[in-house]
């Protein structure tokens, strides 16, 4: 999907809602264990429950590979089921990749052509040629850490090197890589405040913003410093929408948890 097609799709939807499918099978309802796969089960009833209030989902790739090779195979499923039932939905792999060129090539091969992803997200620190090969791949978005949600991220991205803190360098560098055009940028809604600096240097590129919800960030933050004329931002929730119930009608509160934050969004976009 192009980021022209998924500006169509925000504007259609009125939401920039991106579902975190973290399907954590200690925090699943209990009966689901019966069923055959029960992660896809629960993804499936989530997905169907959303879908509406959202323009995205997002399966974070260390809750799958965690179980193995079932883990595999519910991730697949997931991909495929949004594939064939929603395909004008967005799909992001969280999976944190970059490596040796090479090795990154494969990555990109494994979420892009074989899981059908649109997107990854992609870790800056191992430079240029490790991000490349990701790059390559047409209508298909590499998306870098550039300021994470994390606590962590004082410990170097904020940190100045040559007077100029860490994340603002790692995106001004990337933006003269082969295929730049091909980038989005994490930054985490709890550092909704430095969403004007980042503004200045990359004032169209989409946003990936996690950290609404469980870590606590606020949607209305975002937008003020961060949403474009374009909209230009995917919020990511994921425990705070996925984990709303553990009841069996989980997946209905669920629905309603992303309606809501839907409903502010549309407010939001309303200001446009
Ligand atoms: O800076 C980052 C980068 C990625 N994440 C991921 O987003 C979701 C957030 O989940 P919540 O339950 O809504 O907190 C999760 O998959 C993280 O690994 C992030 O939080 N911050």
């Not at 064939?84 to 944190?96: F, G, Q, S, V």
């Not at 990701?134 to 004082?154: P, Q, R």
């Not at 606020?218 to 995917?234: P, Q």
């Not at 009841?247 to 939001?268: P, V």
Request: charged fraction near 25%.
């Amino acid at each position: 999907m192009t980021s022209q097609e998924l500006t169509e799709q925000i504007f259609k939807k009125q939401t920039f809602l991106c579902v975190g499918l973290d399907t954590d099978i200690d925090k699943i309802p209990t009966y689901l264990l019966s069923e055959k796969d029960p992660v896809f089960s629960f993804n499936k009833a989530i997905i169907d429950a959303t879908h509406q209030s959202c323009v995205a989902y997002k399966p974070n790739i260390a809750f799958y590979e965690a179980l193995g090779a079932s883990g595999w195979r519910s991730l697949k499923k997931t991909i495929e089921y949004l594939h064939t039932e929603y395909p004008e939905l967005y799909t992001i792999a969280d999976a944190k990749r970059g490596d040796i060129g090479n090795t990154s090539r494969m990555y990109a091969k494994a979420f892009f052509e074989d899981l059908g992803f649109d997107s990854i997200t992609v870790a800056p620190y191992m430079g240029k040629d490790s991000v490349e090969p990701f790059l390559e791949f047409e209508n298909k978005h590499t998306i870098l850490l550039a300021l994470t949600s994390n606590e962590g991220a004082y410990d170097f991205q904020t940190q100045k090197v040559d007077g100029e803190e860490l994340y603002k360098k790692v995106i001004k560098t990337s933006l003269d890589w082969n295929n730049s055009e091909n980038l989005m940028y994490v930054v985490g809604a709890t550092k909704a405040e430095y969403l004007a600096e980042i503004r200045k240097i990359i004032p169209e590129n989409f946003l990936l913003v996690p950290g609404v919800g469980a870590q606590g960030g606020s949607l209305e933050e975002v937008c003020k410093y961060g949403i474009t004329s374009n909209v230009g931002l995917l919020v990511n929730s994921s425990r705070k929408i996925i984990y709303a119930s553990d009841s069996s009608n989980f997946a209905e509160i669920a629905g309603a948890k992303a309606e809501a934050i839907q409903n502010q969004m549309k407010d939001e976009l309303a200001k446009l």
